[in-house]
């Protein structure tokens, strides 16, 4: 419970919970109200942020093969560390709105097809040079070059032109988009002088921490940048990150004091951590799910009454029960929770094995259904594999496991076969999250999901301007995915990651673990 | 007499130079017969017909095998040894420094691991049979048997999670302090230590042994050496050969096989490295660490024998 009191303390200084809001829910944990207002100021003087020291955080997910090039960030070590020493024109914050970065403020024309961005004068790089709007657009063209091998270059493609005017960059559309401002916060996306075009690889930016050291792998290391432009960001001297892909060695270094933050903590393990004193489990519900895919244009899957038939097929409860041990929600087979600002409920599917053997009978399908899956699709999938055989074997439904090895998954089994397991860390926007996944030319559209009434609501929602009308739109697309996509969502996971005893200055963000990648420069080591 | 190890040592290393040429060829040609080539590897998903016979092109894959093995070895014989495909960098210097790790790793675990053995050999032969011997062979077979990330997970929630004495993660970097760096190799060295240690421990133990049931070394005790004496002077000079078979072996193992221990301890090493680059399949940088790996474990071979052949005059005069 203390855990919990110092938790919603933190959320209160960091202005995400109301001072009502925290005296109601101290008083359900049964706290007087005297004695929960001197745990908010205590809370209050603990959150004045400390300067100075090392904050090193132990992560998963780096290797000898990357580099600083934004253009190929893929991993939580590029992207967090990126994210200490780089800015974006904005930002997202922990409740889905936009915040002003290296843009002060934007806004479109009335069809949202030009959108201008103004940016932050004065703000330097760390070769001390000022950042321009030249650098903005140079940024942009890197991103957005039809050979470029960014992995920003998906987003980038809906624009038509970019200009320099004044202290304004402009952004030309090929077709209007409601949701532009939401993709500059893409990690790709850091603004480097002369966009990166001379050294892709140099790590210069604008954000708080200059980068010292780059081991590739093993090591990444930044000091506090003198200059830099705010001061709610970048409390400790010196920032490092360690490469820690074993999860036994990545707990042990946080225990023996080590590191301060590590991420991708196993569910499993949640429980045991908790009793360490001193270590806090910071999880938060965000946008990633786990997925079984079946592809919609390869049989036996092109028929819908087998795809309703696995969806009635599968107990989701039991799944996020045995698989994340609670540490998530049920999903309802599209790819869209809570966690989006336009979300609304589609009726909960529920494990139904008497639906399930209807839909069966009725899809004509015999003999067993072949499922693919493997370790890597994602943390606990072959057991989720397992239980989804089970719980489809009582309603008549031969699923028969395939485990597939890690090494290739992604380039032999994932979009190839027509049956397996995948997962998604979620989109800031349903425009994004449909078009990446669901969009029948999406390059990812795993499912081979094609509907020529969700594509075309998908063009109008991004045009339309009205939240309470794109809403309107996003419910029915959830809707039509949800009865004939091919795409099982069984549970949303959260992401976990865990600080060591004098860590303060966490905010949960559900935008992506480890703070929303902003760990480094959002905490700071108390006393 | 010294001519004659020359030329013998000579010969050794001429077969080792041999033996590793055809160990280029076989590591070139098992890269070869990978179904795709580097240039499908780096173009991946995207690759048009037009973008492969380009990069073919540019990475000289339109010639012949023989060829471009040629060019590859030049290089190799040069310190050329490519580059990554993964991130377009010179090999042999991002190579250099990890090797360094791996061999400063190696070298501190048999500075610990090789006289360590011996000794406890030494004094396992000397109270052979007696409780001391089966203590010594015990433990040492125990900590064989063990799986290393076992040892490693063991030393690890006891030293560094349980009493904090030693960093639990070993991540070293240039210009480390000398002590701070012994300091964050001291786990992976132990558990290294412990892992090698029987077999060396037992070799020793068994050459000596199979030397103390020989008629001079009864005389020796008829003589009335003491048993320490006997071991010493007449049995140990007669079981070195083995011996030091047996220890390059380890060192060997030390440098290439470490993989796990380097994952568990976060070393920068070769071990890692290789790893880290077969998941992404960047062959130029496989087939470099594959060289690497194969020339220690010749060269080492050969020290090995050149020894054998200093320590045994019977091998100077083959019949």
């Known amino acids: 419970m203390t855990n919990e009191i110092h938790r919603l303390g933190q959320q209160v200084v960091s202005g995400i919970l109301s001072r009502r809001d925290f005296l109601g829910r101290a008083a359900a944990l049964g706290l007087s109200a005297p004695f929960a207002n001197s745990l908010l100021s205590n809370a209050a003087r603990a959150a004045q942020p400390v300067k100075g020291g090392t904050l090193k955080a132990g992560l998963q997910g780096g290797a000898a093969t990357d580099t600083l090039d934004t253009a190929h960030f893929s991993t939580s070590v590029d992207i967090t560390f990126g994210r200490a020493w780089g800015e974006q024109l904005v930002q997202i914050d922990p409740k889905g709105g936009l915040q002003p970065a290296l843009a002060e403020e934007w806004g479109s024309s009335k069809d949202a097809k030009v959108w201008t961005f103004k940016i932050r004068k004065g703000v330097h790089f760390h070769d001390g040079k000022e950042m321009t709007p030249a650098d903005v657009l140079a940024t942009m063209e890197r991103h957005s070059d039809k050979n470029s091998k960014s992995g ?185 929770n809570a966690a989006y600002p336009l979300f609304t409920e589609v009726e909960q599917r529920k494990y139904d094995p008497d639906k399930a053997k209807f839909h069966y009978k009725k899809s004509g399908h015999d003999g067993p259904v072949l499922l693919r899956t493997s370790d890597v699709a994602f943390p606990g999938a072959v057991d989720a594999a397992q239980l989804f055989q089970q719980s489809a074997a009582k309603a008549g439904i031969q699923l028969e496991i395939k485990r597939e090895p890690g090494d290739g998954y992604w380039s032999e089994v994932w979009q190839k076969q027509p049956f397996c397991a995948s997962y998604w860390g979620g989109r800031p926007t349903q425009d994004q999250m449909y078009s990446v996944g669901y969009y029948s030319k999406a390059d990812w559209n795993e499912s081979q999901f094609v509907n020529d009434k969700f594509d075309k609501m998908l063009f109008q929602a991004r045009a339309e301007l009205d939240p309470e009308k794109r809403k309107k739109i996003y419910a029915d697309m959830g809707t039509i995915v949800n009865q004939e996509g091919g795409t099982i969502v069984p549970m949303f996971n959260q992401f976990i990651d865990a600080t060591g005893a004098k860590v303060e200055g966490w905010i949960d963000d559900p935008n992506y673990e480890l703070s929303g990648y902003y760990a480094l420069s959002r905490c700071w080591i108390a006393g | 007499m010294s001519s004659s190890i020359a030329k013998l040592g000579a010969q050794r290393i001429a077969l080792g130079i041999m033996l590793l040429l055809a160990v280029s060829v076989l590591i070139f040609a098992g890269t070869q017969i990978l179904p795709g080539d580097v240039a499908q590897a780096i173009l991946g998903q995207s690759a048009t017909p037009e973008s492969l016979a380009n990069l073919r092109e540019q990475l000289g894959l339109n010639q012949p095998a023989y060829v471009r093995y040629f060019h590859w070895l030049g290089g190799v014989l040069t310190g050329d040894l490519g580059t990554s495909m993964t991130s377009g960098q010179g090999i042999s210097s991002a190579i250099k420094g990890r090797l360094w790790n791996t061999l400063f790793l190696a070298f501190w675990a048999a500075t610990v691991a090789v006289p360590l053995a011996i000794i406890l050999g030494l004094i396992a032969v000397r109270y052979r049979n007696g409780w001391v011997d089966k203590l010594i062979s015990g433990l040492a077979l125990a900590s064989t048997s063990f799986p290393e990330f076992f040892i490693g997970y063991v030393l690890v929630y006891f030293f560094a999670v349980k009493w904090q004495i030693f960093p639990g993660i070993s991540t070293v970097y240039d210009g480390m302090p000398f002590l701070e760096r012994m300091q964050a190799i001291a786990m992976p060295v132990t558990a290294l230590t412990l892992v090698v240690l029987a077999h060396m421990m037992r070799m020793t133990r068994a050459a000596i042994l199979n030397v103390m049931q020989s008629a001079y070394v009864e005389t020796a005790e008829l003589k009335g050496l003491s048993a320490f004496a006997v071991i010493r002077r007449h049995a140990f000079p007669n079981a070195i050969a083995p011996i030091i078979n047996v220890v390059m072996l380890n060192l060997a193992y030390l440098i290439v096989g470490v993989v796990v221990v380097e994952v568990i301890f976060v070393y920068p090493g070769m071990g890692q490295y290789l790893v880290d680059h077969v998941t992404k399949r960047d062959v130029p940088v496989v087939q470099a660490v594959g060289l690497i790996f194969a020339a220690v474990y010749i060269s080492l071979n050969i020290i090995a024998d050149i020894a054998a052949i200093v320590a045994n005059p019977r091998l100077r005069h083959p019949k």
Not at chain 1, 262 to 289: A, C, E, W, Y
């Open chain 1, 152 to 336: 920003a270059l998906g987003i980038m493609q809906g624009i038509d032109k970019i200009a320099v005017d004044g202290q304004n960059v402009v952004f030309t559309l090929k077709d209007p988009n409601a949701d532009l401002p939401f993709l500059m916060d893409d990690y790709h996306l850091i603004i480097q002088p002369n966009g990166g075009k001379d050294n892709p690889a140099a790590g210069i930016g604008t954000g708080p921490y200059k980068v010292t050291t780059n081991e590739p792998g093993v090591r990444l290391g930044g000091e506090k940048f003198a200059g830099y432009w705010r001061d709610d960001r970048g409390f400790a001297d010196q920032v490092e990150v360690i490469v820690i892909n074993d999860a036994t060695a990545r707990m042990s270094a946080l225990q023996s004091g080590q590191v301060h933050i590590v991420n991708f903590v196993q569910p499993k393990l949640v429980d045991l951590i908790k009793r360490v004193p001193g270590m806090t489990i910071r999880n938060v519900s965000g946008r990633g799910h786990y997925v079984f895919v079946a592809r919609c244009k390869t049989a036996p899957f092109d028929n819908n009454d087998l795809r309703l038939a696995l969806k009635f097929a599968i107990d989701r409860d039991e799944m996020l029960d045995k698989v994340l041990r609670g540490y998530g929600t049920v999903g309802n087979d599209f790819p869209i």
